[in-house]
Each structure stands twice: as structure tokens, then as C-alpha cells.
């Protein structure tokens, strides 16, 4: 069993109708099964709506904090859901049924170092048409033709480092990454540069900025560097990477 992992994310300015487009989605007779209301930070909860619901909207996604995103990024792919009942002793399994999609009016709203291959961002450049009549049954039925005849619906490797590319603009930029690029570069193949490990250069971009860094994020901060490509290699001390200072 597999869960639909990814999520588009549509991104617009208010009064786009973006969440009314996500509501027509679901047919009317069934709509008791779509919701706009989720709260990551009672995850119990919101573990639960995986079973209930249908189609869960993410409204103002930019609201959502980074560890919230960390936790959404954990249900996309649970493809069943563990409970157990108060007073009792066995954990039952409840199938997903839920798929996800999400709004936003702010453009800065993936925070996760590595890349955000989960999401489908889509900016949306002017009001959506809402009040053109949707053939539910037509649309449901193409789509369960699709399946039953073999058509792909998952997104392969190259398809996926595609899309992580083309989320890269609606990235949050952290700290340190805009400090990185104000005191290094990635070294080019034949120059000699330094090879520093990620605490190093938080060390120094730290001290150049006067800015204080935390070490807790010197293993978010490595992650940060291979999603920018800065050369690498792996040492008996850890991974260290090519870098040359900026004058």
C-alpha cells in the first residue's frame, strides 16, 4: 500500500480563489470528506485525519512553522495510520484515504534544507476560474480509467530532481546560507581552495558577521552545503568541502 506523498501548493495573491478551487475538487455529495481545517501541532489529531478525510487543504501554508513542516513531510508518507483506543492495549491500523493540497500567498515557504521534492509549487498569476460547471463524474472516471489501464502516477527520480529544482524559488533562504555566500564560494575544480568541515565555516562565517550561530545547526547547515553542490568529500574526521574565501 502507498500513499499519495506529494502535494500541490498553490501560491497567489489573496482573492485569487485559490481555496475555493481546492474545495470544487471534491464532488458536492461528498464533500464532508474535504477540509481546510488542520492543526500539526496536535499530531494525534492530525494523524486521524488521515483516515477521515478525503482531501485536506492547507490554508496559508506559509503559516506553518519548520518543525510543523518536518511533521507534514512524515504523514505524506504514512500510508496507514496507528491508534490506540483509551484503556486499551491493542494498536489498530486504519487505512489513509487522504490526499493533500495546499494555499499560500507568501512565495518564501519551503524551509526544509535538503530540498522539497513533496510539493508541486504553482504560482498562480491571476483569479482561477471557479464558476465553470466540473463534470465530476467524467473526471473521476478518467482518472480511474488511467489506473486501471496502467498509467504511471508517481513522479520517477529525474522527475522528481526536476521538481525540486523548479521549488528552489519559493525556498526559505535561511541565515546561514545567505552568510555562507557572503564570505565563501564553492571552489572550482582546479583551484586549490580550503577544505573545511561545515562547523569551520560556521565557525568563521560566525565570527566575520558578528552574528552568533548556533552549533546545533552545524548538521543542518552540511545539509544546506550538498544541496547548493559544494564540492565534498568524506574524511576519517567527517565530510569536509571545497570552498574558497571571499575577499
Known sequence: MHANNISPLLVGAQGTRKSTFCRSLIPPAIRVYYTDSIDFSQKKDAELYL??????NIDEFDQISATQQGFLKHILQKPIVNIRKPHATAVLELRRYASFIATSNQKDLLTDPTGSRRF?????????????????????????????HGERYWFDPAEERIMTESNREFEQVSLEEQLFYRYFRAAKEEEVGEWLSPAEILDEVGRNSAIPLSNKRVSVFGRVLRKHEIPSKRTKHGSVYHVVRLS
Open 51 to 56: 483516515n477521515r478525510f478525503a482531501l485536506i
Open 120 to 148: 508541486i509549487c504553482i504560482e498562480v498569476l491571476g483569479t482561477i476560474d471557479t464558476n465553470r460547471a466540473i463534470d465530476y463524474e467524467q473526471l473521476y472516471a478518467q482518472a480511474m480509467y488511467e489506473l486501471d
